[in-house]
């Protein structure tokens, strides 16, 4: 004798797949949302909060560098063009000569007060110049940049770990903090 085919025994099971699955997917959400707001979940869930840390910091990564075209827009944008670049490219062709950086041609570049570069209190001198040589002047902007956002990042995750932050108010602050820059 054959068996026949039962097709409500077949959607029977398909409604018990689906609603398991439905309950499962519930459950996650739930674990995570926890995870979120309380950190005491969260230790139990660390893929989980490393995941969104970073995401956080890839999301942030991604930003600065569309912000400044990765190094490939036009700089005639307020002081760029006037100010920065100049002094950045002035540096750089100093380190380049092994020169110190002290006396620049283009006075307009130093607002036209003198020639004297290092006299200026707002010019751009700082430890991580020293590699200027080696690159472009706009890609040496764009690693700089995403350099200080890395370590403030690391600032960010140090206050998290001090203050026992969850990942929510950690986004929050994080979220605050870069958007200062913005405003």
Not at 21 to 32: F, P, S, T
Not at 76 to 84: K, T
Not at 92 to 119: I, N, V
Not at 130 to 157: A, D, E, Q, R
Request: hydrophobic share 45%; glycine share 6%; charged share 15%.
């Amino acid at each position: 004798m054959q068996l026949q085919h039962d097709p409500s025994r077949k959607s029977n099971r398909l409604v018990v797949r689906i609603t398991t699955l439905v309950d499962w997917g519930a459950r996650a959400v739930e674990v995570y949302l926890r995870a979120l707001f309380y950190p005491e979940v969260e230790a139990h869930q660390r893929w989980f909060a490393w995941s969104v840390l970073i995401a956080c910091y890839l999301t942030g990564i991604y930003f600065w560098g569309s912000f400044l075209s990765w190094g490939r827009f036009n700089y005639n944008y307020e002081d760029w063009a006037q100010i920065n670049l100049p002094r950045i490219a002035f540096v750089r062709d100093a380190l380049s000569k092994g020169q110190f950086p002290l006396h620049m041609s283009e006075t307009a570049h130093l607002h036209g007060l003198t020639d004297r570069y290092l006299s200026m209190h707002d010019v751009i001198l700082s430890p991580q110049m020293i590699v200027l040589p080696f690159m472009h002047v706009t890609t040496y902007v764009v690693i700089n940049t995403l350099g200080f956002y890395s370590l403030g990042f690391l600032g960010f995750l140090w206050l998290r770990r001090r203050f026992s932050l969850s990942l929510l108010s950690f986004i929050i602050l994080l979220d605050s903090g870069e958007n200062k820059w913005i405003r």
